[in-house]
T-cell receptor, first 114, second 113 residues
Framework: GAVVSQHPSWVICKSGTSVKIECRSL??????MFWYRQFPKQSLMLMAT?????????EQGVEKDKFLINHASLTLSTLTVTSAHPEDSSFYIC??????????FGNGTRLTVT | GDSVTQMEGPVTLSEEAFLTINCTYT??????LFWYVQYPGEGLQLLLK?????DKGSNKGFEATYRKETTSFHLEKGSVQVSDSAVYFC????????????FGTGTQLKVEL
């Protein structure tokens, strides 16, 4: 069964609103979570690395103020897309791991901004 | 920077056909290489990996060999099944643990009866 749960799997929101995506590790404590974004027919692009209890490390070109990442506990990380615009429409995927353990991926969240 | 290039899909095969999905990479160091698979409605799962040159990763009848001289990690399977229909992602990691990954674009495989 799934060890990483991502919610929601699909969301539509209006331009200018904010959307929160949750990533939960179900049966292990994830010291690190990663957030990816995937455009159609393109690679998964790493957005940020999130360590529990500390600020996320964002990849170059990713707007920190737009994509707010919180990793408040060892089982939950959230990605909030603030003031969403149509160009933010994409497929967002999280993954979780603990030290020396395999990486587990969530099923992804399809965000559509109208 | 690091990058991974894999063949575009979709790839459509008949059951029991031979599969090859090409993957080449560029990296500054000596990366570990991975193939991930995403079945419909599910998250990415690690299919196989290789951590150094000439290593062969294998799982579920799939295999790939780490070729440093051609910077390639092509995925092969001798006889595909309908249940192999999925999207396959080639990836690399410069860190040994394989947690910070650079992905290819993914190749969709469709296997028909």
């Amino acid at each position: 069964g799934a060890v990483v749960s991502q919610h929601p799997s699909w969301v539509i929101c209006k331009s200018g609103t904010s959307v929160k995506i949750e990533c939960r590790s179900l049966d292990f404590q994830a010291t690190t979570m990663f957030w990816y974004r995937q455009f159609p027919k393109q690679s998964l692009m790493l957005m940020a690395t999130s360590n529990e209890g500390s600020k996320a490390t964002y990849e170059q070109g990713v707007e920190k103020d737009k994509f707010l990442i919180n990793h408040a506990s060892l089982t939950l990380s959230t990605l909030t897309v603030t003031s969403a615009h149509p160009e933010d429409s994409s497929f967002y995927i999280c993954s979780a791991t603990r030290q020396n353990s395999p990486l587990h991926f969530g099923n992804g969240t399809r965000l559509t901004v109208t | 920077g690091d990058s991974v290039t894999q063949m575009e899909g979709p790839v459509t095969l008949s059951e029991e056909a031979f599969l090859t999905i090409n993957c080449t990479y560029t990296a500054t160091g000596y990366p570990s290489l991975f193939w991930y698979v995403q079945y419909p409605g599910e998250g990415l799962q690690l299919l196989l990996k290789a951590t150094k040159a000439d290593d062969k990763g294998s799982n579920k009848g799939f295999e790939a060999t780490y070729r440093k001289e051609t910077t390639s990690f092509h995925l092969e399977k001798g006889s595909v099944q309908v249940s192999d229909s999925a999207v396959y992602f080639c990836a690399l990691s410069e860190t040994g643990g394989g947690n910070k990954l650079t992905f290819g674009t993914g190749t969709q495989l469709k296997v028909e009866l």
